[in-house]
Structures are given as structure tokens and as C-alpha cells.
């Protein structure tokens, strides 16, 4: 016996002797983050039970992007200092200062910024406070943030 749905392709069979239900289900594992999502085939509801996807903060995203792409300028030598990149860039050059501590951050941190894991309330503007710069003390000091 096979049941197939258009909608979702999903296949169940039974053995010849009734003893075996086997179930056809197609999704794809999708590892993000360290952790790994069930992809559903398009086309299929969400279930009561999934939690809401994360939502990145998109300004923080932005600021971390922006942070290693100014580094990389300074790395190359094509802008020799933070000043002349922010003339070039427009902005402050204590903003280029600022931002550029971002590069800093221990790559779970900002596995969290990009996956939107962060602590709920946890913006841009608590990045541009002082932050430790070992990794370890970063995350107690986001955990203290968070409470």
C-alpha cells in the first residue's frame, strides 16, 4: 500500500505481512550555526510545535560586516590608517575605532550575532561599550548583560 500526496511527496508502504509500517518523508538536514535544521519540502505547513526562526539584528549584522571589511582595508594597506579610512568612509574616525573592536569577538559571539542567538536586548550599542578582550571574559561579560 503506498500513499502519495502531491503536496508533500510523502510515501508510506506496509510489509507484505502487516507487520512493518515504513514511512517515506522527504527533508533535508541543513547545518547552521553548529546546529542542524530539518529543511521541509517547500509547499508543506510549519508545525504547532517548531520554535520561530531567530531574527538577526540587522543593524549588529551590518556593524560586524562592515568591521572586518575595514580591517581587511587596513590588513591590505589600502587605507595605512583608521583616519584615512574614515575620511574615505565618511564617518568619525572614533566610529571606525569603535567598530573595528568587533573583529575582536570570540567567533561563537558572533556566530550568535549573525544566527540572531543573542541574548534578548542585546544591541550595537552595548558592542560599542569597552569589552574584554579575551574571549573567555567576553562571554561571561555577555552572559551579565543577558541578566
Do not use: C
Not at 37 to 51: H, K, S, V
Not at 92 to 117: C, M, Q, W
Not at 119 to 126: D, N, S
Amino acid at each position: 500500500m503506498t500513499n502519495t500526496t502531491p503536496s508533500t511527496m510523502t510515501k508510506a508502504s506496509l510489509s507484505a505481512d502487516g507487520s512493518i509500517l515504513s514511512v517515506w518523508v522527504p527533508l533535508r538536514l541543513r547545518r547552521r550555526g553548529g546546529r542542524k535544521l530539518i529543511i521541509a519540502p517547500a509547499g508543506t505547513p510549519e508545525p504547532d510545535w517548531a520554535p520561530p526562526p531567530p531574527k538577526a539584528d540587522a543593524t549588529l549584522v551590518k556593524a560586524v560586516a562592515r568591521a572586518h571589511r575595514w580591517k581587511k582595508l587596513l590588513d591590505t594597506r589600502q587605507y595605512p590608517t583608521i583616519k584615512q579610512l574614515a575620511e574615505a568612509e565618511k564617518v568619525h574616525e572614533s566610529y571606525v575605532g569603535n567598530l573595528l573592536k568587533l573583529t575582536l569577538l570570540a567567533p561563537d559571539i558572533v556566530e550568535a550575532i549573525l544566527d540572531g542567538r543573542l541574548p534578548k536586548g542585546i544591541g550595537l550599542a552595548h558592542f560599542m561599550e569597552p569589552w574584554p578582550a579575551i574571549w573567555e571574559e567576553q562571554r561571561v561579560y555577555l552572559q551579565a548583560l543577558a541578566q
